[in-house]
C-alpha cells in the first residue's frame, strides 16, 4: 500500500516537515520498526508458516517462499522510508 503524499509542496527533499506530517511520519516509522522485527524474525528461520486451503505446507515448501516473502518485506520497508525521506525523516 502506497502511502498518500501531501499535494501542497512540502515533499520536495531538503524542504522542513510540516507540523501537519509529525502524526503521519511518527506512525510510518512504527511500521518500518515492525517490518523489520518481522524481516528479522523470517529471516532467521522463524516465524513462517503457510496454509492453503487450512492445510499448513511442509518446511521445503515453506524455504522455497522465504526469500519471496523477504523481498516483499524489503520492498515495503524500502517504500515507507522513501515517504518517510521525502518528509525530511531519518531513521538513522
Known amino acids: 500500500m502506497s502511502e ?3 499535494q ?3 515533499m520536495v527533499k531538503g524542504c522542513p516537515m510540516k507540523i501537519k506530517y ?3 511520519a511518527y506512525h510510518v516509522s512504527k511500521q518500518v520498526t515492525e517490518l ?3 524481516r528479522d ?3 532467521s528461520g522463524a516465524g513462517l508458516g503457510i496454509t492453503i486451503q487450512s492445510a499448513y505446507q511442509d518446511d521445503t515448501f515453506i524455504e522455497n517462499i522465504r526469500p519471496y516473502v523477504l523481498d516483499e518485506l524489503d520492498r515495503r520497508i ?3 522510508n522513501e ?3 521525502a518528509l ?3 531513521l538513522e
Do not use: T
Request: charged share 30%; net charge positive; hydrophobic share 40%.
Open 8 to 10: 501542497d509542496g512540502s
Open 36 to 38: 523489520h522485527r518481522v
Open 83 to 85: 515517504f518517510l525521506e
Open 78 to 80: 524500502a517504500e515507507k
Open 88 to 90: 525530511g525523516v531519518s
Open 4 to 6: 498518500a503524499k501531501p
Open 41 to 43: 524474525m523470517i529471516a
Open 22 to 24: 509529525l502524526s503521519k
